[in-house]
Antibody, heavy 121, light 108 residues
Framework: QLQLQESGPGLVKPSETLSLTCSVS??????????WGWIRRPPGKGLEWIGN???????YYNPSLKSRVTISVDTSKNQFSLKLSSVTAADTAVYYC?????????????WGKGTTVTVSS | EIVLTQSPGTLSLSPGERATLSCRAS???????LAWYQQKPGQAPRLLIY???SRATGIPDRFSGSGSGTDFTLTINRLEPEDFAVYYC?????????FGPGTKVDIK
C-alpha cells in the first residue's frame, strides 16, 4: 500500500527557507502517469496547490508562489522535497505531500498526513 | 487562470438528509479534470470523485458527482455522521491545479 510521509522543521523564522521532505513507501516514485507534489492549508483557509514534480525532474509551480518555490526529487531515496524561500507568517500552514495523477484524469489520490509549519521568530 | 467558486459556504443538515454542493468554474473545465475531496479536522483530504462523476476506490455509493462545462455538483445521499466535513472541488488547467474555497457540511 502506497504511503507518503512528510518530515521537516515545524518552526521556521521569517525570511528564512522552509524545507520539507516527502518519503514514499510501498511503491516507486519513478512510475509513469504520476507527478508528486505539495499542497498546503493555512489556518482557517482552504487548500492551496504549491507545485509538483515528475521523476525526471520536470516541475510545475503555482504562479503565485513560483518565485519562491523549488521542488526536487531523489529517486534513489524515493523522496521528493519542497523549499520555500523568504517565508513570512502567511506561509504558516499544514503542508501535505500527495501523488498527482496526470494522465487522462487529473487528481491527487494518495496523501501524506500533513505536517504543521509555523513561521515565527 | 480558472477560478472555482463553491456554494453554499456552509450547509447545515441533519443525518439522513441529502446534501447538494455546487462548484462553479470561471471558464469551461474538462470533466476529466474535475475532482472532489473530503477533509475532516486533523486529517488529510480524501479523494471522493474524479472525472466529475467517478467514485474513487472505497468511496460509498451515497456520494455522487455530476455536471459539465462550468457547473458541477457533489451529492451526498442520506448523510451519515462521518460525512460532516469540508468538501473541496479541484480542477486542472494550464499545467496547474486549483481548489475551490470549500463547503462545510455541519450538523443542524
Amino acid at each position: 500500500q502506497l504511503q507518503l510521509q512528510e518530515s521537516g522543521p515545524g518552526l521556521v523564522k521569517p525570511s528564512e527557507t522552509l524545507s520539507l521532505t516527502c518519503s514514499v513507501s510501498g511503491g516507486s516514485i519513478s512510475g509513469s502517469s504520476y507527478y508528486w507534489g505539495w499542497i498546503r492549508r493555512p489556518p482557517g483557509k482552504g487548500l492551496e496547490w504549491i507545485g509538483n514534480i515528475y521523476h525526471s525532474g520536470n516541475t510545475y509551480y503555482n504562479p503565485s508562489l513560483k518565485s519562491r518555490v523549488t521542488i526536487s526529487v531523489d529517486t534513489s531515496k524515493n523522496q521528493f522535497s519542497l523549499k520555500l524561500s523568504s517565508v513570512t507568517a502567511a506561509d504558516t500552514a499544514v503542508y501535505y505531500c500527495a501523488r498527482h495523477r496526470t494522465y487522462g484524469f487529473y487528481y491527487m489520490d494518495v496523501w501524506g498526513k500533513g505536517t504543521t509549519v509555523t513561521v515565527s521568530s | 487562470e480558472i477560478v472555482l467558486t463553491q456554494s453554499p459556504g456552509t450547509l447545515s443538515l441533519s443525518p439522513g438528509e441529502r446534501a447538494t454542493l455546487s462548484c462553479r468554474a470561471s471558464q469551461s473545465v474538462s470533466s476529466n479534470f474535475l475532482a472532489w475531496y473530503q477533509q475532516k479536522p486533523g486529517q488529510a483530504p480524501r479523494l471522493l470523485i474524479y472525472g466529475a462523476s467517478s467514485r474513487a476506490t472505497g468511496i460509498p455509493d451515497r456520494f455522487s458527482g455530476s455536471g459539465s462545462g462550468t457547473d458541477f455538483t457533489l451529492t451526498i445521499n442520506r448523510l451519515e455522521p462521518e460525512d460532516f466535513a469540508v468538501y473541496y472541488c479541484q480542477q486542472y488547467g494550464t499545467s496547474q491545479f486549483t481548489f475551490g474555497p470549500g463547503t462545510k457540511v455541519d450538523i443542524k
